[in-house]
């Protein structure tokens, strides 16, 4: 089984991911195309800096890149939760590649999740929900075709999971996922 994992920030695609991890799948992220290229630049990893690398690798690879790179790493007969999908295209390659993956979308309110934002303390977090606002306005739609496309992520998700509640919540709610699934 596959599973890609997608949201806005601070939304609990991580705890998502580490639920997935205690059920014995193999996570990978596709941000670990772009810090493999930011390490080979000798660039420092910075917020905006992974999102640039994206739409360059895009732009230059197709926008299905870096899923048609973790695609072809992905062992048949091994379940792999895949975190960090920002584009539709990376879906559809996924799918294409893979018949059984599926989409988990997981979202909560932005005030929730700028609070979860100032909790972790991330380099590169909005200092406010305006700055937020702005941030997540850019990473729903971007008119840049090789950009950060959310809102044509969401509507091909196969699972929609509300992370409004406690991390406990999220977690059975993942495992109750799982079970039907399987």
Known sequence: MIIGVAGPNGAGKGAVIETLASHGFTVHSLSDVIRQVLAERGVSETRDRMIEVGRELRRE??????ADTLAQ???PGTDHAIDSIRHPAEVQALRAVH?????IWVEAPIDVRFARMQERGRPGDP????AMRTFEERERHSADEAGQQLDAVEA???ERLDNSGSRGALSAAVSA????RR
């Open 73 to 75: 790493q992905l062992s």
């Open 61 to 66: 690879g197709g926008t299905a890149v870096l």
């Open 177 to 180: 996922c799982l079970k039907a």
């Open 99 to 103: 018949p059984d993956f599926w989409l």
């Open 127 to 130: 200092e406010n929900l305006d």
């Open 156 to 158: 091909l998700l196969d």
